[in-house]
Every structure is written in C-alpha cells, then in structure tokens.
C-alpha cells in the first residue's frame, strides 16, 4: 500500500496566487483529513470529510479556502488568493470510518512570499 | 471542551538519559483515544501508539513506554535509554469517539534534543 499520498511536497507562490494542494487518501479508507501546522497554532484540523461529504469545516480559517473531495480517491485544498500567513504545512490524513487510527500523509510545505 | 496540553516545549537530554515526555488532557466523553506521534526533522508524522480510554494498563514497546492515568487525565511517555535518533518534536493528541468522527486534536508538541 504506498499509504496517504500529498503533492506537491513544497509549494512557493507569491501573495495573491491562487494554490491547490492534492491529496489521495489510503484506499478503502472513507475519512479524509486536512491539518495544518504552523509554528505559532501548532496542528490543527482544518476539516474533515465522511464518503466524500464534508463533516465539519469548522477549522477552516476563512473564505479563501475551500476543499472538495469528488470521489473516494481524492481531495484537494485550495487558498484563493493566497496570504504570506498561509505559510505552513499542510497534512492530509485518512481513516476507515470508526476506526480513530489515521494514517498521515508526508505533507506539503507551502511558502508564500 | 477537549484540549490537550504538552507543557514542556523543548527537553534536552544526554544519550542514555532516560526521558518523559508529559501530556495532560480534557475531555467531556467518556469514552476517547491517546495517541503519541512522533515527528522527525524530516517532517512526517510517525505513529506511536492508540490508547483505549477503558485500557489504563501501561505499555511498554522496547525502550517506549506509556503510563495512562485516568486519575490525573495524563498520558505521559518515557523513552528509557534515549539515543540521538530519538530527536524529534513529540505530539499527544485526543480523539473524541462519539460520533465515530476520528478528528484529533493535538497539543503543541515537546521537542526533544538528545545530544551524543
């Protein structure tokens, strides 16, 4: 299983630039997670799906970003546009429904200048 | 609320210390998961271990251990015999069962130094 897989890994964009990051959850796994760390908020739960339907975006920061998953084997995160204190790295994680055991993804570091 | 809280920030030791790491929780269910993950320089997020809210005995997984204390609502962790490679930034973390959610949440890490 090559488990949860993110990309891109390192992202820099400048201010305004709009961003998607990728993620593909383990297969057979219905929970998708998105978390961002930074140094100052630590790792937090931006949002997280149930068989492809968002559950709770209460962490979403604000407007600017948005998250789909329209199908089982892929979400994505976008940031339109995006802000320096964006700045972070941002973890998808997946699950079976039931099961709290979660499988991180590698993360993608994004850079915004 | 749920909260957890990792009140040291950076621990420094010498090889072949033995070290615990202290996690405290809250929590309003009954019923919830522990983690420990480990997160190297390299940046991922390593899985240590899950622990059942109803299973207090202690754990010990070769020079990894995990005292639960449901008492003092604390999940410390003890790495006997550290090592350099023991270096990392260390995260606790709670998820809550009810409603089948699995969504944890992290208390702000303790990093570990362990010097040669």
Redesign the interface.
Known sequence: DAGVIQSPRHEVTEMGQEVTLRCKPISGHNSLFWYRQTMMRGLELLIYFNNNVPIDDSGMPEDRFSAKMPNASFSTLKIQPSEPRDSAVYFCASSVTGSTEEYFGPGTRLTVT | AQKVTQAQTEISVVEKEDVTLDCVYETRDTTY?L?W?KQPPS???V?LI?RNSFDEQNEISGRYSWNFQKSTSSFNFTITASQVVDSAVY?CAL?E?SG??????????TTLQVKP
């Open positions: 998961y983690f993950y940046g991922e997020l899985f899950r995260f998820s069962i089948n959610t699995g969504k944890l949440i992290f208390g702000q890490g």
